[in-house]
């Protein structure tokens, strides 16, 4: 069974940084692409980054980039978010997400940066 847990979050001032992570277990981790949304209050889910296999592609929301990096380890089933110069903006709950035959997403972390 897939199993996606995230960790890492929490609060954080205005500029500051933080690093989630994504755990990933059940799967053949190497094989697949992941991602990172995201979802503020009162606001629909949006895709922040994604990653494809080991030296494939990288993308980001407008939003983000060059403030996040996304990366992974494949000895570790892991996928990293790392959040630098963050903004009040950037204050939601924080999904990874794994498409195998069908979306499996970790049960999210909050994230929240204060003015």
């Known amino acids: 069974q897939v199993q996606l847990v995230e960790s890492g979050g929490g609060l954080v001032q205005s500029g500051g940084s933080l690093r989630l992570s994504c755990a990933a277990s059940g799967v053949t981790f190497s094989k697949y692409g992941l991602s990172w949304y995201r979802q503020a209050p009162g606001k629909e889910r949006e895709l922040v980054a994604v990653i494809v296999r080991v030296g494939g592609a990288i993308n980001y929301a407008d939003s983000v980039k060059g403030r996040f990096t996304i990366s992974r380890d494949n000895a570790k089933n892991t996928v990293y978010l790392q959040m630098s110069s963050l903004k009040p903006d950037d204050t939601a709950v924080y999904y990874c997400?794994?498409?195998?035959?069908?979306?499996?997403w970790g049960q999210g972390i909050q994230v929240t940066v204060s003015s």
């Open positions: 997400k794994m498409v195998l035959y069908r979306e499996y």
